[in-house]
């Protein structure tokens, strides 16, 4: 069972355009959505987060969106550069008990900025 | 903060060996967790620990693999009888539990190959 549905699965845009990746998730007990950045031979890196009580939330470049009724999230990455080239996840986390800092990834979605 | 560092960062093994991975989380946080990630999917959650105990496993953590965390401190992953299929990143990430929006912060990963 798949709780957090990431799409696109790759993602070529242009030097300065905007990249837009889509999350939906199924768990309502979810309440912390962290998207990461992963290069090549590395560790995720947390990029940026939000909890369903904004709907917005916005750091630099870098945008989540967030829809608790669709339970729907995105995250918008403005003026891209050839340096955001990497594999970004979507997560969530949340729930009752110990685990709730335990994260449930997408399948990533691999993004290419042409320079 | 001298980050999560795992030990080693690759591994070739012949299948049927046993391996044995390290995880040294950062010193303050009391909950490290292990995940897996095979190549095109994002990290799937093994184990957690909260300073010493073993709190949760999933259903993917069969019982050829066995994790540790002796002092509360590093953690070490072994796999016994290594299979094809355990080929993938091995990655370690580490939180300070009751830190609002703090992110697990994650190791590069150790990355197993199975011949």
């Known amino acids: 069972q798949q709780q957090v549905k990431q799409s696109p699965q790759s993602l070529i845009v242009q030097k300065g355009g905007i990249s837009i990746i889509n999350c939906a998730y199924e768990?309502?007990?979810?309440?912390?959505f962290p998207w990461y950045q992963q290069f090549p031979g590395k560790g995720p890196a947390l990029l940026i987060a939000i909890r369903p009580d904004v709907s917005e939330k916005k750091e630099g470049r870098f945008t989540i969106s967030f829809n608790k009724r669709a339970k729907q999230f995105s995250l918008h990455i403005m003026d891209s550069q050839p340096g955001d080239s990497a594999t970004y996840f979507c997560?969530?986390?949340?729930?009752?008990?110990?685990?709730?800092?335990?994260?449930?990834f997408g399948k990533g979605t691999l993004l290419t900025v042409n320079p | 903060d001298t980050g999560v560092s795992q030990d080693p960062r690759h591994k070739i093994t012949k299948r049927g060996q046993n391996v044995t991975f390290r995880c040294d989380p950062i010193?303050?946080?009391?909950?490290l967790y292990w995940y897996r990630q095979t190549l095109g999917q994002g990290p799937e959650f093994l184990t957690y620990?909260?300073?010493?105990?073993?709190?949760?496993k999933s259903r993917l953590l069969s019982d050829r693999f066995s994790a540790e965390r002796p002092k509360g401190s590093f953690s070490t992953l072994e796999i016994q009888r290594t299979e094809q299929g355990d080929s993938a990143m091995y990655l370690c990430a580490s939180i300070l539990s009751g830190t609002r929006d703090q992110p697990q912060h994650f190791g590069d990963g150790t990355r197993l190959s199975i011949l």
């Open positions: 010193s303050e946080h009391n909950r």
């Open positions: 997560a969530a986390s949340g729930g009752s008990g110990g685990s709730n800092y335990k994260l449930t």
């Open positions: 620990f909260q300073n010493e105990a073993q709190l949760e």
């Open positions: 768990n309502t007990a979810f309440d912390y």
